[in-house]
């Protein structure tokens, strides 16, 4: 069975950056696209940013510019460099792969001033 433990998330105020990590157990991620996705109170769980195995990377708009996905093949894990944070980022972050999978625990953001 595949575990995510996503980790790095925070209180910061607007402007302000986080990193986030996903530790990945029970598969190699090689083969996968992988996926950050954040859920804000009162909506539904949306796919905010992927990193396919050959490196193509997808953003949805609202944060293009702002975040960065990468991954490390090696150390089985993604991660999410989020930069110039704003009030509506403010969410619970989970990654795995695309389309299959339970989810992790995620990890809180919350950017408040």
């Known amino acids: 069975q595949v575990q995510y433990v996503e980790s790095g998330g925070g209180l910061v105020q607007p402007g302000e950056s986080l990193r986030l990590s996903c530790a990945v157990s029970?598969?190699?991620?090689?083969?996968?696209?992988m996926g950050w996705y954040r859920q804000a109170p009162g909506k539904q769980r949306a796919l905010v940013a992927s990193?396919?195995?050959?490196?193509?990377?997808t953003y949805v708009d609202s944060v293009k510019g702002r975040f960065t996905i990468s991954r490390d093949n090696v150390k089985n894990t993604v991660y999410l460099q989020m930069n110039s944070l704003k009030p509506e980022d403010t969410a619970v972050y989970y990654c795995?792969?695309?389309?299959?999978?339970?989810w992790g625990q995620g990890t809180q953001v919350t950017v408040s001033s």
């Open positions: 795995k792969r695309v389309g299959i999978d339970a």
């Open positions: 990193v396919y195995s050959d490196g193509t990377i």
């Open positions: 029970g598969s190699s991620i090689r083969f996968y696209r």
